[in-house]
């Protein structure tokens, strides 16, 4: 039973994720299409838990949700301006370039920013929340290999 839990919180993640995209309009960066993956893997991993009885596949859902949590923890950062994030979807100096050179920057880069936060409920932006919810999933899936135990 928890691992469907934990696949299904996975599932409302996505569908979630999903529905700020296409009903709100709100186009994901590259890092909020890599914290989707990880919760691809644990749903899947949740639907073949259903088949399958082993204590290694919760361990798979909790690394899943683990390694989305941690992507989103790193996302978060990049937002608040903790760290830089990848070259493909900050804002970065343009010291040095020329006006050739900054218009093949511009016209090059992606039209949503990793460093932008796009929606924040209670001061947290969509990564923070993601991170949160991704660890918890990460504890319900630890407690189900734990039971299998």
């Known amino acids: ?8 919180g996975s599932a409302a993640l996505l569908i ?22 990880p919760h691809m893997v644990a749903v899947v991993i949740g639907v073949v838990a259903l088949f399958l009885s082993s ?4 361990i798979f ?5 683990l ?8 996302h978060t950062g990049v937002e608040r301006g903790w760290w830089e994030g990848p070259t493909t979807c900050t804002s970065g100096a343009i ?15 992606p039209m949503v920013r990793c460093d932008d936060v ?3 409920m209670l001061g947290l932006s969509m ?3 993601n991170a949160i919810a991704s660890l918890v999933l990460a504890l319900i899936w630890i407690t189900a290999a734990r039971r299998k135990a």
């Open 127 to 129: 990564a923070s929340w």
């Open 1 to 8: 039973m928890l691992v469907f839990i934990a696949a299904a």
């Open 61 to 65: 859902g909790a690394l899943a949700a």
């Open 55 to 58: 204590r290694l596949l919760p």
């Open 118 to 120: 796009a929606w924040q």
């Open 95 to 109: 010291d040095g370039l020329s006006a050739d050179a900054l218009l093949q920057q511009i016209m090059a880069a």
């Open 16 to 37: 979630g994720a999903l529905g700020f995209q296409y009903i709100g309009g709100m186009p994901p960066c590259h890092l909020c299409y890599l914290q989707r993956y």
């Open 67 to 74: 390694t989305s949590a941690n992507i989103g923890v790193y």
